[in-house]
């Protein structure tokens, strides 16, 4: 069930993470580091700052742990970020969808919500969860935000959750769609991504 999988909508593609995406990823985000990682948790400043990522997620993949995937442009073939299924735990049906990133270009456009469309179809209607949960720092109130827009429900607030790269003590703001909202909130994703702004 946790093997690899290519999941493709109209404007992106998550495509299974492989080591040689690493370039393209760099390439796409070097300009822009500082914006694009800034509230990931651990350090991402350089090309072999993505080799190493990239290699820690496969070995997260292997021990069933995570399901990670390269966002691409369906219309360029374009590399513009990352993603993944974290915290995979389908005994108790439940999976996070976490880590995600978008080259700046690419934010506030319609890519983010077809990945977690694409990414909650899978998990709802392929693995059966009862639960997917969402969680983002505190402090990233653009990400808050967004993670509302997709239909999920703030459940609150984990204090001292992490201490990210540079020292900081984290507060992690946790969020969840259930198996029982899904289908309002299918239908109203769909809805945005046919006709509105995403």
């Known amino acids: 069930m946790l093997g690899p999988v ?107 919500t077809e990945a977690k469309y694409l990414m909650l179809c899978h998990a709802f209607e392929n693995w059966n969860c009862l639960r997917v949960e969402l969680k983002t720092d505190a402090l990233n109130h653009k990400s808050r935000n967004a993670i509302l827009r997709i239909g999920a429900k703030e459940e609150g607030t984990l204090r001292k959750h992490m201490v990210t790269s540079t020292g900081r003590v984290r507060d992690s703001v946790y969020f969840s769609i259930l198996d029982t909202e899904w289908p309002a909130v299918k239908l109203r994703l769909r809805e945005k991504l046919n006709h509105g702004p995403a």
């Not at 999941?7 to 690493?22: K, N, W």
């Not at 090309?47 to 820690?56: V, Y």
Request: zero cysteines.
């Open 6 to 112: 290519t999941l493709a909508g109209r404007v992106v593609r998550l495509e299974p993470l492989r080591p040689e995406h690493a370039e393209a990823m760099w390439e796409v985000a070097k300009d822009s580091m500082e914006e694009t990682f800034r509230w990931i948790p651990y350090p991402m400043h350089a090309l072999e700052d993505f080799s190493r990522f990239i290699r820690a997620v496969l070995e997260e993949q292997k021990r069933g742990q995570s399901l990670p995937f390269t966002t691409i442009e369906q219309s360029s073939g374009r590399v513009i970020g990352s993603t993944r299924f974290v915290s995979i735990d389908l005994a108790n049906r439940k999976v996070e969808i976490g880590s995600t990133w978008i080259a700046p270009a690419w934010q506030r456009t319609a890519v983010n």
